[in-house]
């Protein structure tokens, strides 16, 4: 026997509230050069922003030439133009430092990773990252060298680096010891908490953190990052083993809390459907009790069927009760193989963004440019449900720009670095691989342009067909997700009364989201019998 139909449901929204991101500008350095990569590594909070160009090969003043010591840039906004605030170089910048490859900011303190730093005595690739803080005068000063408190060779300590508030991270992932500096195991990795003394304005060392199973080649540390109280580090050559069996480099990740005064490894995460070598870790980030891990080799659809080599996928995962559980597996509505989704994310509050450097069209029909690269923004709704909402690309995309290779999010602001785009920010004067960075802003409409939207639902329950009414003319995209998460189908409304066909829906429940060509608008559960 058929369920009974439920009421007419109407679902009210304000389109005041309808956003979409736009680029807002590009940048470049004043002193680019060739093969620069200028954009390898980018963080942005608030007004500031960092981005690394570990190949770059001047000092501040443009002069000095050491191959690939590697600097990192300060942009300021103000009147809402980002301008270069300053030229960050190690002050005892070296050949081959690779100063830059890692870079995060946080308020007036930023910290750049050098992974091949050799130091003072020389140990070839020991590492070390630098703290810069910015006085009152906009001139940031470099006030620390950190390096790990048992300097060894090729630990790469300054691989990854991450700062907020008083607390900064930095992974060193060839270390072999424990937390101890005992228990040797060749590569499995580590990371550094360091804490700012707020009396002597340093940063001291705090805490060393390893894994709890910690086992040869995991490189624990290859990606970090932290938030608040919160510390995730990636081991993308981890091998898990659990209902899917054994498999070898499928890679992980840990979650570390702030409890008492000691980081303590609180969860340790792995895709749900975890595969071999699917460099699960190669990036992760946090923000609150969310967190984002990528891994750009993975092959299958939010479903795990499907298989696209290499399209990749991100995973997000919620905190409760000390507990953190995956709640949604994202890969790219238009996923392709070797797109490597995931290769970089970002997440701040409702909002995440997952870079695919090699991803090869803007959109359906366009002019394909081989690894052009793009990036996706996730949107969390009012249900706790993560939709991809937006992709990203670039006004002068070209084939082997590789926009997407990093990201960066933070409230209305987005950052996109291209490390191996050619030309300036007016388009012109072309240098091989010397990197760009963008900024796209999220853009709400003005309240006078705005009508209010309604529309209706129904039947609800459905079995053959649903009916979506609007109280005005609209153009919208109406997208079907089904539980996993998976986008099912998508249809195009140009009426005030629209049907559409969900006959071929196996039973279920599923998500309507509707959406302009370029903002979303609402969202819609409906249980299809």
């Not at 443009?62 to 600097?71: E, L």
């Not at 620390?144 to 008083?166: C, M, T, W």
């Not at 070598?277 to 891994?295: L, P």
């Not at 995440?352 to 793009?374: E, K, P």
Request: overall charge negative; aromatic content about 12%.
């Amino acid at each position: 026997m058929k369920h009974l139909l439920l009421p007419l449901l109407t679902f009210c929204f304000l389109n005041l509230n309808a956003q979409s991101w736009n680029q807002h500008q590009k940048i470049v350095p004043d002193d680019r050069e060739v093969n620069d990569e200028f954009g390898n590594a980018v963080a942005i909070s608030g007004d500031y922003a960092i981005i690394g160009a570990m190949r770059e090969d001047d000092d501040g003043n443009g002069q000095n030439d050491a191959p690939d010591a590697g600097s990192a840039y300060i942009f300021k906004r103000t009147g809402g133009i980002w301008t270069q605030e300053a030229k960050l170089v190690a002050a005892d910048r070296e050949s081959f430092d690779f100063f830059g490859h890692a870079v995060a900011i946080s308020g007036s303190y930023a910290i750049v990773g050098a992974h091949q730093e050799k130091g003072s005595p020389e140990i070839a690739n020991a590492g070390a990252a630098y703290i810069y803080e910015r006085n009152g005068n906009g001139l940031w000063a470099q006030i620390n060298k950190l390096e790990a408190p048992v300097r060894k060779a090729n630990d790469y300590f300054g691989f990854s680096v991450g700062i907020s508030g008083d607390f900064a991270i930095v992974g060193a992932y060839f270390e072999d010891e424990d937390e101890n500096e005992t228990n040797e195991i060749l590569s499995a990795g580590a990371a550094y908490v360091f804490k700012r003394n707020n009396s002597l304005n340093t940063w001291e060392f705090y805490q060393k953190i390893v894994a709890s199973d910690r086992s040869v080649d995991d490189r624990f540390g290859m990606s970090a990052a932290i938030s608040g109280d919160h510390i995730v580090i990636g081991a993308e050559f981890d091998d898990v083993d659990g209902s899917n069996g054994l498999q070898t480099n499928a890679g992980s990740a840990y979650v570390f809390t702030l409890d008492q005064d000691v980081w303590t490894e609180e969860a340790h995460l792995k895709a749900s459907d975890y595969g071999s070598s699917e460099h699960f870790g190669w990036s992760v980030a946090v923000s609150g009790d969310y967190a984002i891990v990528g891994a750009y080799q993975n092959d299958t659809d939010e479903t795990g069927q499907n298989s696209s080599p290499d399209a990749g996928a991100a995973y997000i995962f919620e905190r409760g009760g000390g507990l953190w559980p995956q709640v949604k597996k994202a890969v790219a509505s238009d996923r392709a193989n070797i797109d490597y989704y995931g290769y970089s994310v970002a997440i701040d509050g409702d909002q995440a963004l997952v870079g695919a450097y090699r991803q090869n069209f803007a959109g359906s029909g366009s002019t394909m440019y081989s690894d052009a690269g793009a990036a996706y923004l996730l949107t969390r709704d009012i249900n706790g449900e993560w939709f991809e909402t937006q992709k990203i690309n670039h006004g002068d995309r070209a084939t082997l720009d590789q926009f997407g290779y990093t990201v960066g999010i933070d409230g209305s602001d987005i950052i996109v670095g291209a490390l191996t785009e050619d030309e300036d920010e007016n388009l012109d004067n072309p240098l091989p691989e010397a990197g760009s960075v963008y900024f796209f802003k999220e853009e709400t409409n003005s309240t006078e342009e705005i009508v209010r939207q309604t529309f209706k639902v129904y039947p609800n329950p459905v079995t053959n067909a649903i009916h979506l009414e609007f109280d005005n003319p609209t153009n919208c995209i109406l997208t079907i997700y089904n539980a996993q998460g998976q986008m099912v189908d998508q249809s195009k409304l140009s009426d005030l009364v629209s049907v559409v066909d969900v006959s071929t829906l196996v039973p279920g429940i599923y998500m309507l989201m509707i959406s302009s060509e370029k903002e979303f608008l609402g969202t819609q559960r409906v249980v299809i019998y």
